[in-house]
């Protein structure tokens, strides 16, 4: 019997757990836009490493002036681009920073 | 218990095609409530498995031995952690271990990714959640872990004596680990391919995830090589055995793919051949599993005959055709933005490096195949021996690791010829002058693969050194701080590369182990009455006594031996034979002395009533330094992994040059 009545918990248990965003429609996770500016975020945060990867390449003897600034260009470009896309998606943060 | 673990492994099935459904249901209508359902539903899936798993290992830890997974994998007497890891003895067990490590995979990457990669997260958790009903589906419906046995005996078989050792604790979980890791990349491919996002936003996400499963995977296989040279009693550690195979083929391919995504990221090359990597490696990865647990061949780790077979080979085979298929599909967006412009680049040396690894992978795998094919056309199986591997594994090992020295001394597009001398000038006549000294004051060049190996070590080494160095002097000279802070910072700054540079250290490591064990091992049996002494490789044994002990679980007997270098004592070994009272079974537990010059190995064949001992000796140099390799390996893969200080990116500004605004951050 005990076991039986386990089951029947954890089967209501997994029912309320995949209703409660279904029924809760306005859920406390991010607005869209705020998504995918952090995400946006997280892309810039990759491509300034980049940047600074490969600056630090230069400055160790890795890549000639004039691979440096082809591959920085690049680079500076994608993180351009990127940063355009996030001010798109969110203008405060041009006006913030 | 059977019926709540039943029902936890029906329900964790049941959400996990809810999860589907409803992901699928939300990309196509756009509903972030159904998405946010079937986000749900994969912590249910994984919520629901852990009940399966947790009432399994109730069930071995109190003997309900009603339960085939119990009784025949487990006894009373058996010690707590072995009842533990009896759990994965079984094939229903080891199985549900996938199942639990998948989902509670599946439930870490949805809640890591909340509010990240919105587009891709649909697919990926369709991806993972379509390989978690395939493994609840065996598990419901083929191969229950929760089966009943009609008549309940009043003990357990108990597990198998070579798999009561501590490494076999953790070896299965960890190999386990690296395979259902190996997942993740796999699930954010197919949604990059499915979404079109093929830009390098799915390698971002996926890195971390695949230098952890590389890691689990590759010590894995290092802890099992230590199971097998612990338990086993041939005095080796690898016999490219099926099973140790299945583990190192998607290593192989996950290494080329760790190697390949960097040029990807800086170049924008090797985008099919990146995609392709990651679905063979995870079709590797279920092929492991598949090898192990089809008992399609035969193998020391392996489970014996079972019914999984045509399942595996089904699951395999569609995600091939998935995988190359959408791949098909979008040929086009997936061209290089850049070619290659010299074959003496880094990128180059990647490529190459790619080559020999896939290579490797494919070698190894048309030998473990090799009896099947060969039972299926002749009708008669033929195996493969060790020659075949050694014969290709060798060359292409050694071409790898003068690659690992080569990498890090290399530009990306192309390297000058004055670049190349300034570069290479140091650490080629570091390992010159080491070849010299190993010629004139060593036996290391009386095996000349041996000494190649040892000469390309050095070299590596210092090329790897030289990085270090290079880029603390670097930062140094440009921030002012102390050569020992520059070198802090230098690994904190780059912990990807710098970590990476450690576990190519590791690399060396391993490969001076590999080389000493296997070219300059010396052995010899011993047939020693009482009191006894007889010499095999310079070290004299004498057999000193017997030992006898015994516990609820086993009896032991063993013969103690002196080990004396001339009239030194070095060592006392006491190799010994185990036999387990409830299996009847017996397992030779073998005695060795390690240090790092050599392992002396001793495995007790025989003692017979009147106390003569008949013993194998084996005499095997540098193998200490595998496992040490081992350690600095990890430790170097999780400096790589660690994420890097967060960064002030909301500074960042377009500089007024290009257009808009402020200048860069």
Redesign the interface.
């Known amino acids: 019997m005990l076991p039986a009545i386990l089951v029947a918990v954890l089967a209501l248990l997994l029912v309320l757990a995949l209703a409660r965003p279904l029924v809760a429609r306005a859920e406390s996770s991010p607005a869209p836009a705020a998504e995918e500016v952090s995400e946006i975020d997280a892309q810039v945060a990759g491509a300034l490493a980049e940047i600074e990867e490969i600056e630090f390449d230069r400055a160790s003897g890795h890549l000639s002036e004039e691979d440096f600034s082809e591959l920085a260009a690049d680079a500076k470009k994608r993180a351009v681009e990127l940063i355009r896309r996030r001010d798109a998606a969110d203008p405060s943060a041009s006006d913030d920073a | 218990?059977s019926?709540?673990g039943r029902?936890?492994l029906l329900?964790a099935l049941?959400?996990a095609v809810?999860a589907i459904v409803m992901a699928i249901a939300g990309l196509r209508s756009g509903r972030?409530?159904?998405i946010?359902?079937s986000?749900?539903?994969v912590?249910?899936t994984f919520?629901?498995t852990s009940?399966g798993i947790v009432t399994l290992w109730a069930a071995l830890l109190t003997d309900r031995f009603e339960l085939r997974s119990v009784a025949e994998y487990s006894n009373a007497a058996l010690e707590p952690w072995f009842k533990v890891s009896a759990l994965w003895g079984s094939q229903a067990g080891s199985l549900l271990l996938w199942a639990w490590l998948l989902t509670a995979f599946a439930a870490l990457v949805v809640a890591r990714n909340?509010?990240?990669?919105?587009e891709l997260m649909p697919v990926v958790i369709i991806t993972l959640m379509v390989i978690g009903v395939f493994f609840l589906g065996l598990l419901s419906f083929v191969t229950s872990p929760f089966e009943v046995l009609a008549v309940v005996p009043d003990d357990g078989r108990g597990l198998n004596p070579l798999l009561q050792n501590p490494y076999m604790v953790s070896h299965p979980p960890l190999l386990y680990l690296g395979y259902v890791g190996l997942a993740v990349p796999f699930a954010f491919a197919m949604a990059a391919l499915v979404t079109g996002r093929l830009d390098?936003?799915w390698i971002?996400a996926v890195r971390r995830w695949l230098i952890l499963a590389w890691t689990f995977l590759g010590f894995g296989i290092i802890l099992g090589s230590r199971w097998a040279y612990e338990e086993l009693g041939w005095g080796g550690y690898w016999a490219w055995d099926p099973v140790e195979n299945a583990a190192f083929m998607p290593w192989l391919v996950a290494t080329a793919l760790l190697h390949s995504v960097m040029v990807q990221?800086?170049r924008g090359m090797l985008k099919v051949w990146n995609m392709s990597l990651v679905v063979l490696t995870f079709t590797l990865a279920l092929f492991g599993t598949f090898l192990t647990r089809s008992g399609i061949i035969a193998s020391v780790h392996a489970f014996g005959e079972s019914t999984l077979g045509p399942w595996f080979l089904a699951f395999i085979a569609a995600v091939i055709i998935t995988g190359t298929t959408l791949i098909l599909m979008r040929l086009d967006e997936l061209r290089s933005v850049h070619r290659l412009e010299s074959f003496i680049s880094r990128e180059a040396v990647f490529l190459f490096n790619n080559l020999l690894l896939v290579g490797l992978a494919f070698a190894v795998f048309w030998g473990t195949i090799f009896p099947v094919i060969s039972e299926a056309a002749r009708g008669s199986r033929i195996t493969v021996g060790e020659g075949y591997y050694d014969q290709i594994a060798v060359p292409i090992g050694v071409a790898l690791l003068i690659l690992t020295g080569i990498g890090p001394l290399i530009?990306?597009?192309?390297a000058?010829g004055a670049?190349l001398l300034?570069r290479f000038a140091e650490p080629v006549f570091v390992a010159l002058v080491a070849a010299i000294l190993m010629l004139l004051f060593t036996s290391a060049w009386d095996n000349w693969v041996a000494g190649l190996v040892f000469t390309a070590s050095v070299f590596v080494a210092m090329s790897v050194i030289g990085e270090f160095l290079?880029?603390a002097?670097?930062i140094h000279?440009?921030g002012g701080v102390s050569l020992t802070g520059a070198m802090t910072r230098l690994v904190a700054?780059?912990r990807r590369?710098y970590g990476g540079y450690v576990v190519h250290l590791g690399v060396v490591l391993l490969f001076i182990g590999f080389a000493g064990s296997t070219a300059f091992t010396q052995s010899g049996d011993l047939l020693l009455d009482p009191g006894e002494r007889a010499d095999v490789g310079g070290l004299t044994f004498v057999n000193e006594k017997t030992v006898r002990d015994a516990n609820d679980n086993r009896m032991m007997v063993g013969a103690q031996l002196g080990v004396f270098d001339g009239e030194e004592r070095i060592s006392t070994l006491t190799p010994a034979i185990n036999f387990y009272t409830a299996s009847q079974q017996r397992s030779t537990e073998i005695a060795i002395d390690t240090g790092p010059r050599r392992d002396i190995y001793v495995t007790l064949v025989g003692l017979n009533e009147a106390d003569q001992v008949r013993a194998s000796v084996f005499i095997n140099p540098l193998v200490m330094w595998l496992w040490v390799a081992g350690v600095l390996i990890v430790i170097g893969a999780l400096i790589s992994s660690l994420p890097?200080p967060g960064?002030r990116?909301?500074?960042?500004?377009?500089?007024s040059s290009?257009g808009?605004?402020?200048a860069?951050?």
């Open positions: 218990m019926l709540i029902a936890a329900l049941g959400a809810y972030r409530d159904w946010a359902s986000r749900s539903a912590y249910g919520g629901m009940v909340r509010s990240t990669h919105r390098t936003a971002g990221e800086r530009s990306w597009r192309r000058s670049q300034r290079r880029g002097r670097t000279a440009l700054r780059n590369r890097l960064r990116v909301r500074e960042a500004t377009v500089p290009v808009a605004g402020r860069a951050g």
